[in-house]
């Protein structure tokens, strides 16, 4: 890959890929970590001195104590949730206050969009998405349609108070009418936001500012992508999918950036496949071996605790995010979670479909076709070079890049930071 300042690690598929961990071994190459969308739904997993830390919301570089944590514009901010996620970063990491720069920017979560969520799912007039009920939806509906609260508006008494009545008279609206609940107190929600407000002020920065000048000093930054891109809004399994642009086509409007910022973009993905929520996912098992690669991937949302769906690689896919995203190189985690199996599946390509089905990635009724491989006896567990892989787990990798198009260059054979190989330089 030619060398940039900038880069990205995205998830290419329903989330929950093992971002956080590749980020977070990337991040010491880095002077900052940026992320650019989602909320508090994420979910990230890491293994910090045999600790384990699970971030929702703040970039992953926290646990860098000579970097910066960024949150940029196109990020769903609740501060509720951060405050509490900050205090239980401050008990094994120094000076998170102090590293952590937040766009004005950010659209804010406030308790009436999380009920809001909550009361949509539940009901019977509204698909159930299976959202994590965290308010993410109606935030960047709240963004679209032009009413929605930002920091910024938080730092001005008048501004706020102006804004803040049209919002909640908007929610209330749907809480009395739609949904029969109880309406939202403004004075209290005003209190709030202004509180959130003083607290956040001495953190918030214009962040593309911020890169633009750490660019100009030669310093590199990081984009950290959250969700997948196949739960982007717009490149995703519509209308099951987040809220936001979770592919590379949220980088530059997430972060105020222009779209060549970041041209190195790696791509990570499972082995397998994993879902949570509803929504299609052709090449899901039904059978003892998706409750095998469940149980031993330990495939249980770190955001929700909710069991992952597992299933095949489906390179189908794959192939559709490569292109939307751009990617030229790959990162395969969570690959010993098939040690000891016969045989290992990759779909390539589906029954039933056609150029319309595969644009708008309406995957409910295709069928998967697969091609079988042999399984490996010799765990590759923990392994951390490739020299010791047995030949059947080198053919598999081998197949993925055959059928995708892009080389594997990172293989992630364990949770810990040191189960990692590079078999081929990325940064
Ligand atoms: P929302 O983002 O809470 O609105 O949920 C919309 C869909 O995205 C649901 O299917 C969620 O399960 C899914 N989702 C949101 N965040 C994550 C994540 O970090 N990992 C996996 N799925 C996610």
């Known amino acids: 890959m030619t ?22 071994f990337l991040s010491p190459n880095f002077h900052a970590t ?8 994420a979910g990230h997993t890491l293994i910090v001195n045999g600790k384990k830390l699970i971030l929702h919301l703040l970039p992953s570089s926290i646990c860098e104590k000579d970097a910066l944590s960024l949150i940029g514009k196109g990020v769903v901010l609740s501060p509720n949730d951060l405050f509490e996620e900050m205090s ?7 000076g998170v206050e102090d590293r952590l720069k937040i766009s004005s920017a950010c659209v804010l979560i406030l308790d009436h969009h999380k009920k809001f969520d909550q009361c949509r799912e539940k009901s019977n007039s509204f698909k159930t998405i299976g959202t994590t009920g965290r308010g993410i939806g ?12 930002r920091l910024v508006d938080c730092f001005y008494e008048k501004i706020l108070e102006e804004k ?9 609206f749907m809480f009395n009418k739609l949904f ?8 209290e929600t005003f209190e709030k936001a202004l509180s959130y407000g003083e607290r956040l002020r001495p953190m918030t920065k214009d962040i593309s500012k911020l890169i633009i ?17 196949l739960l982007d809004v717009d490149n995703g399994t519509y209308p099951y999918v987040t809220s936001s642009n979770s592919s590379a086509a949220g980088i530059a409007s997430g972060s105020g950036l222009g779209p060549l910022s970041v041209i190195n973009i790696l791509g990570i993905a499972k082995a397998y496949t994993t879902r949570v929520g509803e929504g299609p996912m052709p090449t899901e098992l039904f059978d003892d071996i998706g409750i095998h690669i469940a149980e031993k991937g330990g495939e249980v949302g770190a955001t929700t605790g909710r069991p ?7 390179a189908v896919a794959m192939k559709k995010v490569i292109q939307s995203n751009s990617i030229k190189s790959l990162c395969i985690t969570k690959l010993d979670v098939f040690d000891g199996m016969e045989s290992v599946k990759i779909c390539d390509s589906y029954d039933n479909s056609d150029e319309f089905f595969e644009e708008s990635l309406n995957l409910d009724h295709v069928k998967p076709q697969y091609i079988e491989l042999s399984g490996w006896k010799k765990p590759i567990h923990g392994l951390k070079t490739l020299d010791d892989f047995p030949k059947e787990a080198i053919e598999f990798i081998s197949k993925i890049e055959e059928v995708c198009g892009v080389s594997v260059d990172i293989i992630s054979t364990g949770p810990e930071r040191e189960s990692t190989i590079f078999k081929n330089e990325v940064i």
């Open 34 to 41: 940026c992320r650019f969308q989602g909320g508090h739904n």
């Open 138 to 149: 109606p935030a960047y509906e709240d963004k679209v349609g032009r009413r929605a609260i």
């Open 88 to 94: 239980e970063a401050n008990t094994f990491l120094e």
């Open 213 to 229: 000048e750490m660019n100009n000093d030669g310093k590199k930054v990081l984009f950290e992508g959250a969700q997948g891109a």
């Open 180 to 187: 029969s609940v109880e309406e939202v107190s403004f004075q």
């Open 164 to 172: 803040l009545r049209e919002n909640l008279d908007f929610y209330n």
């Open 308 to 314: 992952r769906r597992c299933g095949w690689f489906d």
């Open 3 to 24: 060398k940039t300042q900038n880069f990205a690690v995205l998830g290419l598929q329903w989330g929950d890929e093992g971002k956080g961990k590749i980020v977070n």
